[in-house]
């Protein structure tokens, strides 16, 4: 196993924290539970989103900056195979997976501050960021792993 590879599973492995802790944290801003919470989706949503802020930011950049260590094998390797194969939808996505990556990164500042305000006053517009925050995290983990399954590191 090549160094790459063993990023690239690092990176996945700390998608995998993220997108746990971006959905707990997504589903307690956006639905929270009714108190008392006794269904399985209710103790899902009963979590304290604020509990999550400082790990979601950490591994968001984590992942952020081990998916850009190993970009430079999927640009040179991956993504010319998956070309010539003719996946040009599949190429596209995680063309907007960068972009999407990129805002989120912008996100955070924003993010980090209203998750630190009462919830009174910005329950919404944290509901709102959390919830974008989410939809790129989900989108960028189901487009990098279904890329991986075409034409993985190591093929």
């Known amino acids: 196993m090549n160094s790459a ?7 996945g492995l700390l998608a995998v924290a993220l997108l746990g802790a971006i959905t ?48 430079a094998e999927y640009r040179i390797e991956i993504r010319i195979a998956i070309e010539q194969l003719g996946y040009w939808w599949q190429s596209g996505s995680f063309e907007i997976k960068e972009h999407f990556a990129a805002i989120g990164l912008g996100l955070l500042p924003a993010y980090a501050y209203y998750w630190r305000q009462p ?33 993985g590191f190591g093929s």
């Open 5 to 11: 590879t063993a990023l690239l599973i690092v990176h």
């Open 119 to 151: 919830a009174e006053a910005h329950g919404r517009t944290r509901a709102i960021l959390t919830a974008l925050l989410a939809f790129i995290v989900w989108w960028n983990f189901l487009v990098g792993h279904i890329l991986n399954n075409i034409r």
């Open 24 to 71: 707990h944290q997504a589903l307690s801003a956006c639905m929270p539970a009714p108190k008392p919470a006794g269904s399985f989706t209710g103790r899902f949503r009963a979590v304290a989103g604020g509990a999550y802020t400082n790990a979601i930011i950490v591994l968001y950049l984590l992942t952020f900056l081990l998916g850009g260590i190993v970009y």
